[in-house]
């Protein structure tokens, strides 16, 4: 039974994304921050009666995550997801393909009992990586607090399984999709391999729902780190945006209210719950959504959060106020006092701040034509009024053309683009290793550069202490199991000659990738999906209708499809066997040179 009449048939769900639980848990002034503020949410959701909470990513900043932090996490999740309230909606889909390791969502466990259920994704920091794949949700899923779907098990061809729940006459298809590196899942939707299951009865009558958690807009001009909207079908309703930390609102609430102002789709764009990086994006006001769905009519209501620090951030140009050098101090102290008075009206705060309201403050100088001041002694004048006074300031100058030159200005010009950008956020390692090899001098012989760069950003970004030595491994297992199986390759002057085919293939696909329609129009690949049918639980037969690119059909297409291998062929160049020599004249035979040669490549290698 619904807790009150009328509400038999809506749904009410609670939206919030990159919670980013642990961000600074060290630091004495913020390290609270994140669990507080997530906690405010689950009152929310508490006290709006939602049927559950949808989280869009990033639950954890890091992707390995503290133990202190995991134990303050499952605390607040345990303290509001268990209890007796009543589940007013039922999932209809088999649960098997939705939540393959349990085979069930976490309400309808007999040995939990769920008042608040939580269905998330994975974002870019609590991405599944490492031995197994596991992400920290994983855990999370296995405790039964969370469901975790949206887990895409082969990057190179998708099926998107939808949960497909009901409540009274309204149905939901809830899609999900967890963070995926912006240009394979790019380049994979450029493939069409990306695979919309949608329900066998009554297509038209569920109301469609995706969450994602990608780039929204391009960081950089390269058009593949980005997700366009025109690359998602065009049957979706509404998209939940995670990753991006700027709260967009207002336009979806009012496209929700309106019917006749919808496009093909709406999006909505919450934005993260805490900020992370001081920039522009960060200063909105933070809020949760709650969506209300009956049928195919939807709105949606925004809750601001009241437990988040408040920001403001200022720009300041020191050549527009004529100052002498000495004055530059005393004038950006000033400055800050003036955000402070704004902060103090604006919250209605006093001072002395209490840890919890000590409010963030930025300030972007540009400082072209003067020195810096001394940052440590400007510390010291804020230490106990704002938050991140180690960070107040941040000095720029306007942006130089980069010279045409080798050497110094050329090392100066890439020592450049390690700094963070106006927005606050750093360059991706990947790109930047992907660059820098990317010249003649720099390229690698026996690693594919690009591979390189993936597996230092698991290095550094998710903590993966052996991600470097293990690509490494594997490249040179496979190096070698190519010269083994190669019946051709006997000397060391063979391998030489293959390993430069090897260099010149990855060179090829590299290229490829760089020119591959990066100038496309984002409306060719607004339909780079395939459709299939999802089979309901309690179905009568006749209503089931997979077609050919079911989930049976693409895993027998699979195991048919044979494992593509570098190396020389039978079609391949003549380049290595140009340079082939007679057996040693020595006596050795052909199978001891081979090996030889081989243990000379392994040298190499390890070396």
């Not at 038999?8 to 060290?26: C, Q, V």
């Not at 269905?119 to 469901?147: A, C, M, Q, R």
């Not at 391009?218 to 366009?228: E, G, H, L, T």
């Not at 949606?300 to 000495?326: G, N, Q, Y």
Request: net charge negative; hydrophobic share 30%.
């Amino acid at each position: 039974s619904s807790s009150s009449s009328g509400d038999d048939d809506i749904f009410r769900i609670l939206i919030a994304t990159d919670n980013h639980l642990g961000y600074l848990e060290k630091d004495r002034v913020r390290g609270d921050d994140s669990f507080r503020t997530f906690e405010e949410i689950l009152r929310i959701a508490k006290k709006a009666e939602v049927d559950f909470v949808l989280l869009g990513g990033d639950l954890f900043h890091h992707n390995k995550p503290s133990r202190a932090t995991r134990v303050r996490a499952a605390k607040i999740l345990r303290t509001y997801c268990l209890g007796d309230d009543p589940i007013h909606f039922e999932i209809v889909s088999d649960q098997s393909i939705n939540f393959p390791e349990t085979a069930c969502v976490n309400y309808e466990d007999p040995n939990y009992n769920i008042g608040l259920p939580i269905f998330s994704i994975h974002g870019n920091h609590d991405d599944p990586t490492g031995e197994g794949g596991y992400s920290e949700l994983d855990s999370l899923k296995e405790s039964n607090l969370v469901n975790y779907f949206g887990k895409a098990t082969n990057i190179a061809d998708i099926q998107i399984y939808p949960i497909i729940m009901r409540k009274g006459k309204s149905k939901l298809a809830l899609y999900g999709l967890g963070a995926i590196r912006d240009e394979r899942l790019h380049r994979t939707f450029q493939a069409k391999k990306v695979q919309w299951v949608r329900p066998a009865d009554d297509k038209e009558e569920y109301f469609n729902l995706f969450v994602i958690h990608q780039n929204r807009t391009k960081r950089v001009d390269y058009y593949k780190n980005a997700i366009s909207e025109a690359m998602l079908p065009e049957f979706l309703d509404l998209i939940i945006w995670g990753h991006e930390h700027e709260c967009l609102l207002d336009e979806c609430i009012e496209a929700g209210e309106d019917s006749s102002k919808l496009k093909r789709f709406e999006v909505c764009q919450p934005g993260s719950s805490i900020a992370t990086s001081l920039s522009e994006g960060e200063t909105r006001p933070k809020h949760v959504a709650i969506l209300e769905l009956k049928g195919n009519q939807w709105r949606i209501k925004k809750h601001k959060l009241k437990t988040v620090r408040p920001f403001k951030m200022h720009d300041v140009v020191l050549k527009e106020h004529h100052l002498e050098e000495h004055e530059v101090e005393e004038f950006l102290e000033a400055k800050v006092e003036e955000i402070i008075e704004d902060v103090m009206k604006e919250y209605d705060l006093e001072e002395p701040f209490s840890k919890e309201k000590m409010p963030l403050i930025r300030l972007r100088v540009d400082y072209t034509g003067y020195k810096k001041c001394n940052p440590m002694r400007f510390r010291g004048k804020f230490v106990s009024r704002v938050a991140n006074a180690e960070d107040i300031l941040i000095f720029h100058k306007k942006n130089k053309k980069p010279a045409n030159k080798a050497g110094g200005e050329g090392l100066k010009s890439e020592l450049d683009e390690l700094l963070p950008r106006d927005d606050g956020k750093a360059p991706q390692i990947q790109d930047l290793i992907k660059k820098h090899l990317k010249h003649g001098m720099n390229r690698l012989t026996l690693v594919p550069n690009k591979s390189m760069g993936d597996a230092v950003h698991e290095f550094v970004e998710k903590m993966e202490k052996d991600a470097v030595n293990d690509f490494l491994d594997n490249i040179f297992k496979q190096r070698i199991k190519t010269c083994v199986q190669n019946s051709e390759v006997r000397t060391a002057e063979d391998i030489d000659a293959m390993l430069d085919e090897n260099v010149a293939d990855d060179m090829k696909e590299e290229d490829d990738d760089d020119d591959e329609d990066v100038k496309i129009m984002d409306e060719e690949v607004s339909m780079s999906y395939r459709g299939s049918s999802m089979k309901l639980k309690n179905a009568p037969e006749p209503s089931v209708d997979y077609s050919d690119s079911s989930l049976e059909g693409i895993v027998e297409h699979e195991k048919r499809q044979p494992r593509r291998s570098r190396g020389r062929g039978k079609n391949s160049s003549s380049k290595a066997g140009s340079k082939r020599k007679p057996a040693s004249s020595q006596g050795r035979s052909k199978k001891k040179t081979r090996q030889g040669s081989l243990k000379r490549f392994l040298s190499i290698s390890q070396a």
